[in-house]
Nanobody, 123 residues
Framework: EVQLVESGGGLVQPGGSLRLSCAAS????????MAWVRQPPGKGLEWVSG???????TYVDDVKGRFTISRDNRKNTLYLQLDSLKPEDTAVYYC?????????????????RGQGTQVTVSS
């Protein structure tokens, strides 16, 4: 059974940083592309970033230069470093697993998603 458990969220002031983690189990982590998606309050899910099984990363334009996705295949863990946070980054952040080692053109077509971790950016 695939399990994805996010952690690291919290309350941070604008301009601050957080590092989110996603502990993965139930599948061969290094073989699959992974992603972070988020859901702002009152809005739908948004794709944020993805990383394939060759460590190639992609980002939505809004977070380029501020967020960094990475993975540690020895620890079966996905990370998202969030820097220069803005109030509009407030959301529940989820990690997600794709069906293969590549990020598909339809970036929201992942097959599994965790329970999420809340990130609140406010002064």
């Amino acid at each position: 059974e695939v399990q994805l458990v996010e952690s690291g969220g919290g309350l941070v002031q604008p301009g601050g940083s957080l590092r989110l983690s996603c502990a993965a189990s139930g599948f061969i982590f290094r073989m699959y592309a992974m992603a972070w998606v988020r859901q702002p309050p009152g809005k739908g899910l948004e794709w944020v970033s993805g990383i394939d099984n060759g460590d190639r990363a992609t980002y939505v334009d809004d977070v380029k230069g501020r967020f960094t996705i990475s993975r540690d295949n020895r620890k079966n863990t996905l990370y998202l470093q969030l820097d220069s946070l803005k109030p509009e980054d407030t959301a529940v952040y989820y990690c997600a697993k794709y069906r293969s080692g590549y990020i598909p053109p339809g970036t929201m077509t992942y097959e599994d998603r965790g329970q999420g971790t809340q990130v609140t950016v406010s002064s």
